[in-house]
């Protein structure tokens, strides 16, 4: 618990200054649900640190632990489900990354001063569609058009597609199958992501990644980023042709016919089990053995020493290091302070 006994509150994503790249770090991967599924442990060894240095130093720089960032994250994810989609409380919870819808009323109530239930009572809204919609804000200027250019020029033919209007995709996530789309509203500073149901349990990491990609925490300047590092590490890699023949070699089918989308993604999982294309396998290996991350870094030197010791090209590790490099510095995290009794 943060000092005088309040509770620390996410909203939207301005974090202090962040001099540890390993916080850093720390804070990019909670954000997209490190601590969802897996445990606090596992995340200090991935960043090659002790759990008891990372908290320390967590609470240190930010004020919060790993946990307290965690459950924030979650609960600013569950206020804007019931307030921008009419699902069962239940799905909120769950998707929120909570497993006890009484540990979730409780948690709420404390962080915002009233039960979900009160705010659902003020939002109503009808999804029935097989898909809800949330609204990704940003402050800083986007270039909706530049952004179609540049992710354009290296998508995954059949996995995604980027018009004047949307951009979308298919995903595949665990046994997980289903389909984004992200619509402008440039008037707004804001994008809409319709998320397929389906989808709906993985809801915090399609929103971190979906950030990611259109660089909406930049204070400068917004360039496209990548959805997924392993998918950019391949096109670095083979190369956009190389990676679309890919995909129609051994990737399951998906038919979108109104976006045009045609085949799931593939994995580092899938590459290493099947061996081909050659120059991808080493990398895929690597990823899927836990012993390489390509999620967004503060610092790109000790991938760039990872990459090298796989031996890739110097232009590719050039290329994915650009790419997946996120400063946090210049992130915005809004903290505020909420005492447990206050709205």
Sequence with gaps: MAENGERPCARSSTLPHVSSRFVADAVLRIEAGALTEGKLDALARSLGVAERHLRRAMQAELGVSP??????????????????????????AYASGFRSLRRFNALFAAMHGEPPSSLRARSERDDSSGSIALRLEYERPLDWEA???????????GVER??????????????????????????????????????LPQVMSIVAHLRTLFDLDSATTKNARAYDGFEYAALAVCGADAVAKLVKTICPRYDLPCAQLTHLPFSAKLIARTGT????????????????????????????????ELRIEPDAIAEITAVLTQHVTKRKMKWTRRSSASS
Excluded: C
């Design 162 to 199: 980027f018009d004047r209007f949307a951009y979308a995709r298919t995903l595949r996530i665990g046994a997980k199958r289903g389909w984004i789309a992200v619509y402008p509203r440039v008037n707004q500073r804001a994008l809409i992501a319709e998320i397929s149901i389906a989808l």
């Design 67 to 92: 946990i307290e960032l965690a459950q924030s994250s979650r609960l600013a994810l569950a206020r804007r489900l019931i307030e921008e989609t009419s699902l069962p409380m239940t799905e909120i």
């Design 147 to 157: 952004m179609r250019e540049q992710i354009s020029a290296r998508h995954i033919a």
């Design 277 to 308: 294309p050659k120059a991808l396998v080493p990398l895929a290996r690597a990823v899927n053995a836990g012993a390489l991350s390509l999620e967004p870094t503060s610092d790109p030197r000790p991938l760039e020493a990872q990459l090298r």
